[in-house]
């Protein structure tokens, strides 16, 4: 995640230049950003929590004491998962919202 992150804001690190110089908050450009890795974590989600739920199914059916998988897992992980992107997002957002718009417009 962190990774991507750093990647899509030294790719867009114009854009948040332009927005910068044109009076856009730092909230703001975190928020147009966010909304994006919001998107990527709601399809991985959607993707992992089927696959996950028959993996942990299929391990728990060979114990002889077994138990059942509750919906609040994997509501628990959306949370998790929200919350690290936030936190990686808003951090690298911030550094990249916060430098100097001249410089990310200088460089060719």
Same mark, same amino acid.
Do not use: C, Q
């Given at each position: 995640?962190?990774?991507?992150?750093?990647?899509?804001?030294?790719?867009?690190?114009?854009?948040?230049?332009?927005?910068?110089?044109?009076?856009?908050?730092?909230?703001?450009?975190?928020? &147009?950003?966010?909304?994006? +890795?919001? %998107?990527? *974590? #709601?399809?991985?989600?959607? @993707? =992992?929590?089927?696959?996950?739920?028959?993996?942990?199914?299929?391990?728990?059916?060979?114990?002889?004491?077994?138990?059942? &998988?509750?919906?609040?897992? +994997?509501? %628990?992980? *959306? #949370?998790?998962?929200?919350? @690290? =992107?936030?936190?990686?997002?808003?951090?690298?957002?911030?550094?990249?919202?916060?430098?100097?718009?001249?410089?990310?417009?200088?460089?060719?």
């Amino acid at each position: 995640m962190v990774g991507l992150v750093s990647f899509i804001t030294e790719r867009r690190s114009k854009e948040i230049g332009i927005r910068k110089i044109l009076g856009a908050s730092v909230p703001h450009i975190v928020l &147009i950003l966010l909304k994006e +890795f919001a %998107l990527l *974590v #709601v399809i991985a989600n959607l @993707i =992992a929590w089927p696959l996950a739920y028959f993996a942990m199914n299929g391990w728990l059916r060979d114990f002889a004491y077994r138990i059942s &998988i509750n919906w609040w897992i +994997f509501m %628990l992980a *959306v #949370v998790f998962t929200f919350g @690290i =992107a936030f936190l990686t997002v808003s951090h690298k957002v911030i550094r990249a919202a916060t430098a100097n718009p001249v410089d990310s417009l200088r460089y060719e």
